[in-house]
């Protein structure tokens, strides 16, 4: 891996599914230790998440998302041109990301030139607790495996 | 009758919705300010061991985990009735000045000054920290990234995470501050007093400059005359970390002054059934409504409220710019919401200082920081000036320790009343017979929210702990067809 990259799960790791970002790359930070990749877990978002990722060069978010009539457990890929809202990226206690991006690039920060977010559709964010819910504990080890595939894909087939 | 609503609100961290009730002939007959997200955080936290909540709770929300992080750290040395090491309280003071200069940084730049560096009915589009930027300049742009994420260093070397901090202990820290970092820190404070004194600069040139801003905060519908509540030092000068709370009515003269650990002494919290939010209120006064005045129980708990209830700031710079404010705005105490974003660079003025002061002090790197508890666990309170309000933690534990009970009430939730109240005077002010309700006009409302820097992903609580919801349908008279029932 010639290029630095950072991994970040983005969630609440006790607010039932919003859990799942985290708990994804807590478990790619064991699997899948790479040269050059850094792990992090937090729950940040705007303005944070574009001071987390200035002067990499590939930076990976997993994230929730709910979106209306989305299935529960499916996985997106979003890249900048394509993103949607997931739950914590875009802050409404300040900026939205690609505003923060937008921001950053504005003035001429390193922005990474690769940045993916990978989401996945959730059921339960509003309640306290940790556990997923049914529906997601239940498809989490194929959610996992999906994400795990990609990240090999992306990161360990062509690094 | 015709209803608008702003939903969601924007630039706020959780959910909450304005209903604003129109009358057949456009005015305005009724506004509410709806929180309807629940969290049950409280009940989460019980039967669990007393210490760990420290480290619980700054995960109730991501925007002030620090202020959760500290008050429940303090409500459990009460708990364990010890008295911390002075320098493990200058560390914690340290670590707090630290987060309340990247969390001002943050509101003033992202939130409040696209409504007055580009305009309050600017379209949305251009009304962001984008927008500021391009008015203000990219080498604003870049000192405000730099100095939030000097803060923000600070935090995470003390703290041991950015955001889910580690570091206060039950009787203590885990962790002196080595010679080394204090050397770098030292650095980091200069540089945020200089920052902080240039983002007053900014607001004076930009703001206090432009006769119809002046004439906005001053004039417009944002006034708001209720008491102000706020911890103050020996001194009766402002303070984030620690001291007394002290509230002042609505011609500054005081109604109590407290320990925290006394707070429901002086605070009651009331409910309204058309929100899952408690609405607080002194208890000197009672609970008269939603009504401003002398004799009214609400108060709120906000920057402004803080600076309104002290005699003045701790630090010089800080005390000189508190002063300015309240010989430009005609002498204290201060009514005009809008002045909150002014009395918030006056407190990012005073976080500054005071953080460099911290680096300073010789004690500061003393190697002891923490005692052990050695008494039985039972009750105990803990309050911090949250950025956006004052913040108490209270737990109950049984002999070991594990929690039976938790109240919190958070900085948002003391203003949950004037809030409502705030935004129902703008929209009041600003939708007449035969006004077109349009952007500008729902974004000069939501001005008179944004103000208080509200956040509500940790103001609700539910004890079942699952989300019960109650959807009305009403037609155009208001009359409900449908009801849906959860939970």
Same mark, same amino acid.
């Given at each position: 891996?010639?290029?630095?990259?950072?991994?970040?799960?983005?969630?609440n790791?006790?607010?039932?599914?919003?859990?799942?970002g985290?708990?994804?790359?807590?478990?790619?930070?064991?699997?899948?230790?790479?040269?050059?990749?850094?792990?992090?877990?937090?729950a *940040?978002? /705007?303005?944070?998440?574009?001071?987390? #990722?200035?002067?990499? %060069?590939?930076? +990976? =978010?997993?994230?929730a998302?709910?979106t209306?009539?989305?299935?529960?457990g499916?996985?997106?890929?979003?890249?900048l041109?394509?993103?949607?809202?997931?739950?914590?990226?875009?802050?409404?206690?300040d900026?939205?990301?690609?505003?923060?991006?937008?921001?950053?690039?504005?003035?001429?920060?390193? *922005?990474? /030139?690769?940045?993916?977010?990978i989401? #996945?559709?959730?059921? %339960?964010?509003? +309640? =306290?607790?940790?556990?997923?819910?049914?529906?997601?504990?239940?498809?989490?080890?194929?959610?996992l495996?999906e994400?795990?595939?990609?990240?090999?894909?992306?990161?360990?087939?062509?690094? | 009758?015709?209803?608008?609503?702003i939903?969601?609100?924007?630039?706020?961290?959780?959910?909450?919705?304005?209903?604003?009730?129109?009358?057949?002939?456009?005015?305005?007959?009724?506004?509410?300010f709806?929180?309807?997200?629940?969290?049950?955080?409280?009940?989460?936290?019980?039967?669990?061991?007393?210490?760990?909540?420290?480290?619980?709770?700054?995960?109730?929300?991501?925007?002030?985990?620090?202020?959760?992080?500290?008050?429940?750290?303090?409500?459990?040395?009460?708990?364990?009735?010890?008295?911390?090491?002075?320098?493990?309280?200058k560390?914690?003071?340290?670590?707090?000045?630290?987060?309340?200069?990247?969390?001002?940084?943050?509101?003033?730049?992202?939130?409040?000054?696209?409504?007055?560096?580009?305009?309050?009915t600017?379209?949305?589009?251009?009304?962001?920290?984008?927008?500021?930027?391009?008015?203000?300049?990219?080498?604003?742009?870049?000192?405000?990234?730099?100095?939030?994420?000097?803060?923000?260093?600070?935090?995470?070397?003390?703290?041991?995470?950015?955001?889910?901090?580690?570091?206060?202990?039950?009787?203590?820290?885990?962790?002196?501050?080595s010679?080394?970092?204090?050397?770098?820190?030292?650095i980091?404070?200069?540089?945020?007093?200089d920052?902080?004194?240039?983002?007053?600069?900014?607001?004076?040139?930009?703001?206090?400059?432009?006769?119809?801003?002046?004439?906005?905060?001053?004039?417009?519908p944002?006034?708001?005359?209720?008491h102000?509540?706020g911890?103050?030092?020996?001194?009766?000068?402002?303070?984030?970390?620690?001291?007394?709370?002290?509230?002042?009515?609505?011609?500054?003269?005081?109604?109590?002054?407290?320990?925290?650990?006394?707070?429901?002494?002086?605070?009651?919290?009331?409910?309204?059934?058309?929100?899952?939010?408690?609405?607080?209120?002194?208890?000197?006064?009672?609970?008269?409504?939603?009504?401003?005045?002398?004799?009214?129980?609400?108060?709120?708990a906000?920057?402004l409220?803080?600076?309104?209830?002290?005699?003045?700031?701790?630090?010089?710079?800080?005390?000189?710019?508190?002063?300015?404010?309240?010989?430009?705005?005609?002498?204290?105490?201060?009514?005009?919401?809008?002045?909150?974003?002014?009395?918030r660079?006056v407190?990012?003025?005073?976080?500054?200082?005071?953080?460099?002061e911290?680096?300073?002090?010789?004690?500061?790197?003393?190697?002891?920081?923490?005692?052990?508890p050695?008494?039985?666990?039972?009750?105990?309170?803990?309050?911090?000036?949250?950025?956006?309000?004052?913040?108490?933690?209270?737990?109950?534990?049984?002999?070991?320790?594990?929690?039976?009970?938790?109240n919190?009430?958070?900085?948002?939730?003391?203003?949950?009343?004037?809030?409502?109240?705030?935004?129902?005077?703008?929209?009041?002010?600003?939708?007449?017979?035969?006004?077109?309700?349009n952007?500008?006009?729902?974004?000069?409302?939501?001005?008179?929210?944004?103000?208080?820097?509200?956040?509500?992903?940790?103001?609700?609580?539910?004890?079942?702990?699952?989300m019960?919801?109650?959807?009305?349908?009403?037609?155009?008279?208001?009359?409900?067809?449908?009801?849906?029932?959860?939970?």
């Amino acid at each position: 891996m010639g290029q630095r990259a950072l991994v970040y799960g983005i969630g609440n790791p006790i607010l039932t599914d919003d859990a799942i970002g985290p708990k994804i790359c807590d478990h790619l930070k064991i699997n899948r230790p790479i040269p050059g990749v850094e792990y992090r877990t937090g729950a *940040v978002g /705007g303005l944070c998440a574009l001071e987390q #990722i200035l002067g990499y %060069e590939r930076v +990976v =978010f997993i994230d929730a998302i709910r979106t209306k009539d989305g299935i529960p457990g499916d996985v997106y890929e979003f890249g900048l041109s394509n993103f949607k809202e997931t739950l914590h990226l875009s802050s409404f206690h300040d900026l939205s990301f690609l505003s923060a991006i937008e921001m950053g690039k504005n003035m001429a920060f390193k *922005v990474p /030139g690769d940045i993916r977010i990978i989401a #996945i559709e959730i059921v %339960e964010d509003l +309640v =306290f607790s940790n556990s997923f819910s049914p529906e997601i504990e239940k498809k989490y080890p194929l959610i996992l495996k999906e994400v795990t595939e990609w990240f090999d894909r992306c990161f360990v087939a062509t690094p | 009758m015709k209803r608008y609503t702003i939903d969601p609100i924007t630039r706020l961290e959780g959910h909450g919705k304005i209903e604003i009730f129109c009358n057949d002939d456009g005015s305005v007959q009724n506004v509410y300010f709806q929180v309807p997200e629940l969290r049950g955080f409280e009940k989460f936290c019980e039967g669990r061991p007393v210490e760990e909540l420290p480290m619980i709770v700054c995960k109730i929300c991501g925007v002030c985990p620090e202020a959760h992080h500290l008050a429940s750290a303090k409500a459990v040395d009460a708990v364990f009735g010890v008295e911390i090491p002075s320098a493990a309280k200058k560390l914690r003071e340290l670590i707090y000045a630290a987060h309340y200069i990247h969390s001002h940084i943050a509101h003033f730049y992202a939130l409040a000054a696209p409504d007055f560096v580009v305009g309050p009915t600017a379209s949305p589009a251009e009304r962001n920290v984008l927008g500021v930027i391009g008015k203000v300049g990219v080498q604003i742009g870049s000192e405000v990234l730099k100095h939030r994420r000097l803060a923000q260093e600070i935090q995470k070397e003390l703290c041991g995470h950015q955001t889910y901090c580690v570091c206060a202990i039950p009787g203590g820290n885990n962790k002196a501050l080595s010679e080394e970092k204090r050397k770098e820190f030292e650095i980091i404070a200069k540089s945020c007093v200089d920052f902080s004194k240039f983002s007053l600069k900014i607001f004076n040139d930009v703001v206090l400059a432009n006769k119809q801003y002046v004439d906005i905060i001053l004039n417009g519908p944002y006034a708001l005359n209720i008491h102000s509540m706020g911890t103050v030092d020996a001194n009766n000068k402002v303070n984030f970390y620690d001291g007394k709370i002290r509230v002042v009515d609505t011609k500054g003269v005081e109604i109590c002054k407290y320990d925290s650990k006394d707070y429901r002494d002086h605070i009651a919290e009331r409910v309204e059934s058309w929100s899952y939010l408690k609405f607080p209120y002194l208890k000197a006064k009672g609970w008269t409504g939603f009504v401003e005045g002398q004799d009214s129980g609400v108060y709120h708990a906000t920057p402004l409220s803080r600076l309104n209830a002290a005699d003045g700031m701790a630090t010089p710079v800080a005390h000189e710019e508190y002063q300015k404010m309240y010989s430009t705005l005609g002498g204290k105490p201060v009514h005009a919401t809008l002045a909150m974003h002014w009395a918030r660079l006056v407190e990012l003025v005073y976080a500054s200082e005071r953080l460099h002061e911290l680096c300073r002090d010789k004690e500061i790197t003393e190697p002891k920081v923490r005692v052990l508890p050695t008494n039985t666990p039972s009750e105990g309170v803990g309050s911090v000036e949250a950025p956006r309000g004052t913040l108490t933690h209270h737990y109950w534990t049984d002999s070991r320790g594990i929690v039976k009970k938790v109240n919190i009430v958070v900085g948002t939730t003391n203003n949950n009343a004037p809030i409502t109240m705030s935004i129902k005077k703008a929209a009041m002010g600003l939708i007449k017979k035969g006004t077109v309700v349009n952007e500008g006009i729902l974004n000069m409302i939501e001005m008179a929210f944004r103000a208080y820097d509200p956040c509500f992903s940790c103001a609700t609580h539910s004890l079942p702990g699952n989300m019960p919801m109650i959807v009305n349908i009403r037609d155009a008279k208001g009359e409900i067809v449908q009801t849906i029932k959860r939970g």
